[in-house]
């Protein structure tokens, strides 16, 4: 058995057996970012990432449920006065938003902030300006369906299948996967897949930077929209499927005001 199956196999042990309180054994944890590190380490930073800050942990349920599991309120995006502002705005506009009015809101975030750091919920698309922190607005919805509405609002509030998920992500009209080598974009698309399930489609959501994502981790109403560190989402599926667990990126490709049909 591999070291780091054992150390899954006994974190898994540990939570059913102490939970919520305990938390998962170390060996575990180290396993799961160094599994996590190996992932991102295929695609080096080119220096051209957003400074990010994460806001503060908050328990991920509102109804107080599982209260050991948390989530991030807020991100926050960091600008100085030697910063390329247009550059930045492009990349937060990735080719959906509007670059010149994120450019004039930031100048005027600028302008009169005093150094302090501008919430990233301000240059978002519409639905993680209106979703981010509230549950979802019925029972279906889920994390693709949340992850393809972030470029197309008309994809509508619905669960989106994992088959539906996979021939979009397929489509080279829509998006195309970043090989090995390539750096990763704000705005770019992370999937969790099951190796030992010839690569079974788990979870997807927006890569911010670095360790920050932006998803919806279920089809219940009490699953929110929200902010997460990268090494928390993943760790629920390191649980289910250990060094198996695999990581990918994409990056949508489509052309403005065009919708995934």
Request: charged content about 25%; hydrophobic content about 40%; aromatic content about 8%.
């Amino acid at each position: 058995m591999r070291p780091c199956e054992l150390f899954r196999k006994f974190a898994i042990v540990v939570i059913l057996a102490l939970a919520p309180a305990a938390p998962a054994a170390a060996g575990f944890r180290e396993c799961m970012q160094a599994h996590l590190a190996a992932a991102l380490a295929l695609h080096p930073s080119d220096g051209k990432e957003l400074n990010l800050i994460p806001g503060r942990e908050i328990p991920f349920y509102s109804s107080g449920e599982r209260p050991h599991v948390r989530r991030l309120e807020d991100v926050f995006l960091v600008i100085q006065p030697a910063d390329d502002i247009a550059a930045i705005a492009e990349t937060l506009a990735h080719g959906r938003l509007d670059s010149k009015a994120i450019e004039a809101l930031l100048r005027r975030h600028l302008a009169g902030s005093s150094g302090r750091p501008l919430s990233l919920l301000e240059v978002m698309p519409e639905i993680a300006k209106l979703k981010t922190n509230q549950q979802g607005e019925c029972f279906g919805p889920n994390c693709h369906n949340a992850t393809l509405r972030w470029f197309d609002p008309a994809t509508g509030i619905k669960k989106t299948t994992v088959g539906e998920m996979e021939r979009i992500l397929g489509d080279s009209q829509h998006f195309r996967k970043i090989p090995a080598g390539e750096a990763l974009r704000y705005g770019d698309v992370v999937v969790f897949r099951n190796g030992q399930d010839n690569g079974r489609l788990l979870h997807s959501g927006i890569y911010l930077s670095s360790d920050l994502i932006w998803n919806k981790v279920g089809k219940e109403q009490a699953h929110p929209y929200t902010f997460e560190t990268l090494t928390g989402a993943a760790r629920h599926y390191f649980i289910e499927v250990g060094e198996d667990l695999q990581i990918e990126f994409y990056r949508n490709v489509s052309p403005d005001g065009a919708h995934f049909e």
